[in-house]
């Protein structure tokens, strides 16, 4: 509000008036009445003086300013009211003052702001920059402006502004920016799987129809769209293209998940996208990461990877498994290569090894014994969930002097130890950190959906998210390093670990599950006995039943929690979670347990919700139809909350996407 100048600039008059008008009205009733119309005269004379003294009191300003101009003037500058800079005086009840005629003509541009509030050109956030830095950007009639502030000598409350016009060089930086270089990648995923067993004249066509989708689906779109082999095209466009094809989600995901061509149906792309390079070779790195990701996490999604970390789309179509096995013999030589390379080996799973976890593992384990290397599994048998299996399997062999706990692990590493770790590719989830770290020689084996903190300096990563469980790849790998590696016991583990991961056979299984599955029996491996490893104690029965007992649904997921603490809790509440996708109208079930560490998550579903990637908003990760994580609080309705809410979010990004 403007200042009430007419009360307030001279104290002295203002007692005058006060007093002029009282006296005036006491003459009214105690006097005879020409005194009060003297003390009338004399009241109107007060404010007649008052209001000379107000016009007087704002030129008084304005030659004071002029003079402070010219002192500047004098020091060997242009005078303020001819700077060529605008600049605009305040006093400090942030009314303006003074200003010259370059802010009139350059920021005003016509009118006059005498007395006028500095809000019209600053906002509240804009001033307190400017108290706290000195300057402050700000847009003012289409112009973009840096202003800085200078404060008068503090006998004079007011403060000077200086505006810089950088409209020009804004507008130029935003254009740099829209126009840096981003490069995608977009593969179709299981092209030769899709073509298998058609026509040679359906396959172009199913090729065409595939390439006019994305074709169209870029329509609107400025770049470079070349195709770089027969399955695999590469987009180099602008930030402010990319930047209308991120604001709608990718619709190509969609659009080509919905093509029909013929008996072809469940096409699916995989887009890695490099931004935010210094160069556009810099941005073709970061796209080849993006679609590597993108594989490694199953395909039928977009990746976008810049300087700092990764963005993720879609992933919402099941994973199409392929029949190719000449990577696996080609891994399986180079990992007995490597084997042979070395001076002794260690093998390590994931923290609480399952079934699939240590049944692979010691499946390697007696492969590499068999290549006469010293060779050790890394285990913590307290903590493990595969209790049975490393009690089937020490049994069988009269000793567990194979078996070593994490800590002890660590003296056995030097400068030639190959460290092979199976069923995950986290140097976090593995039973020791501190191993992976100290290891010259890593191999990884592992068919988890990759997550951005995967281990990247493994001199052999052997991924296949497509694969039912580790177990699988590794009967692959012993078929191809050698003739009888695998014996009854170890076709028995790693059936287990089959079993486990697939479920009984029921979740992703296909041909070359089913073949490793073959293979197995094969050399022995006996269906009844390994049944009998699943078995559970009457306590864990109970347990079980009391979760599925006190779930409830939301939103179409089964949310359970064990209240029991003991050591068949974690065991209890993963047999709960799988029992949960039994019940009518469960798409996904979560089961809440305790640990020392806080609260951990079990997470199932059969295909139709995708629990990694809820679990990899909590922090965990897995796979599409089982995953799991770990909540810092120790409270189950707080953790139950942090659930609800990521359940909620990915539920919603997936039915924008599909």
């Known amino acids: 509000m ?134 402050v950007s700000i847009t003012y009639r289409g112009k973009r402006f840096n202003v800085y502030a200078y404060q008068f000598s503090q006998s004079v409350d007011q403060k000077m502004y200086f505006f810089i016009d950088n409209t020009f060089y804004f507008e130029l930086t935003k254009k740099y920016k829209e126009t840096r270089p981003c490069v995608m990648f977009i593969r179709v995923d299981g092209l030769d799987f899709i073509l298998k067993n058609a026509p040679e004249s359906r396959k172009t066509e199913i090729i065409g129809a595939i390439e006019r989708q994305i074709e169209t689906s870029n329509d609107n779109v400025g770049g470079y769209f070349q195709k770089i082999s027969n399955d695999e095209y590469v987009m180099i466009l602008q930030k402010n293209d990319y930047d209308r094809i991120l604001n709608d989600k990718f619709p190509v995901l969609s659009k080509v998940r919905e093509l029909n061509v013929g008996d072809r149906t469940g096409v699916t792309l995989s887009i890695g996208v490099g931004v935010g390079g210094d160069t556009l070779g810099e941005c073709v790195e970061f796209a080849r990461q993006a679609i590597d990701m993108a594989l490694g996490r199953g395909g039928d999604q977009a990746v976008i990877k810049n300087k700092d970390d990764f963005e993720f789309f879609g992933g919402v179509a099941q994973t199409e498994q392929s029949n190719s096995k000449v990577r696996a013999r080609v891994v399986a030589a180079t990992l007995a290569k490597l084997i042979a390379n070395s001076d002794n080996v260690l093998i390590m799973g994931h923290s609480y090894s399952d079934m699939d976890s240590f049944g692979s593992a010691y499946a390697l384990y007696h492969a590499v014994n068999k290549m006469n290397k010293p060779v050790k599994i890394v285990v913590n048998r307290e903590k493990s969930l595969a209790r049975s299996l490393i009690d089937y399997v020490t049994k069988s062999d009269k000793t567990d002097a194979y078996l070593v706990e994490p800590e002890e ?21 593995t039973e020791n950190k501190r191993i992976y770290e100290l290891a010259p020689t890593v191999v990884v084996i592992d068919h988890h959906r990759k997550t951005v903190d995967y281990i990247d300096n493994a001199l052999l990563f052997y991924h296949v998210p497509f694969a039912s469980s580790a177990c699988e790849m590794v009967t692959e790998l012993l078929q191809y390093m050698g003739n009888d590696l695998v014996g009854k016991v170890q076709a028995e583990a790693l059936l287990a670990g089959i079993m486990l991961d697939t479920r009984n056979f029921v979740l992703r299984t296909a041909q070359r599950t089913f073949e490793a599955s073959a293979y197995l029996r094969g050399q022995g491996a006996n269906p009844v006995e390994v049944k009998q490893l699943f078995d559970d104690s009457m306590l864990t029965y109970k347990i079980r039943a009391e979760i599925v007992s006190n779930a409830h649904l939301v939103n179409g997921c089964a949310i359970a929690s064990c209240e029991n603490t003991g050591e068949y809790a974690r065991i209890a509440s993963s047999q709960a979670a799988d029992e949960l996708l039994s019940i009518e109208g469960v798409n996904a079930s979560f089961v809440m347990y305790h640990t020392n560490d806080g609260i951990n998550i079990s997470a199932r579903s059969y295909g139709k919700v995708n629990v990694q990637i809820i679990m990899e908003q909590l922090g965990g990760g897995g796979h599409q139809t089982m995953a799991a994580a770990q909540l810092k609080c120790h409270q189950f309705d707080e953790a139950k909350k942090e659930l609800i809410e990521a359940i909620s979010k990915i539920k919603s990004l997936q039915s924008r996407q599909v």
């Open 2 to 135: 403007k200042r009430k100048w007419f009360f307030t600039a001279v104290p002295v008059l203002d007692i005058l008036i006060l007093f002029s008008i009282i006296s005036a009205l006491l003459s009214y009733f105690y006097l005879p009445l020409n005194l009060f119309f003297i003390e009338l005269l004399f009241c109107l004379v007060c404010v007649g003086v008052a209001v000379v003294c107000f016009w007087r009191l704002r030129h008084s300003i304005y030659r004071y300013l002029t003079q402070a101009a010219k002192s500047v003037e004098n020091a060997g500058s242009d005078s303020l009211n001819n700077f060529v800079l605008p600049v605009v005086t305040v006093n400090s009840y942030g009314e303006v003052v003074w200003y010259n005629e370059s802010f009139r003509r350059n920021v005003l541009r016509s009118g006059e702001i005498y007395a006028e509030n500095q809000s019209f050109l600053f906002s509240k956030d804009a001033l307190r920059t400017l108290d706290e830095k000195g300057q």
């Open 409 to 429: 692990a660590e003296q056995l590493i030097d400068r030639k130890t190959l460290l092979i770790i199976t069923d995950t590719h986290r140097a976090s989830f």
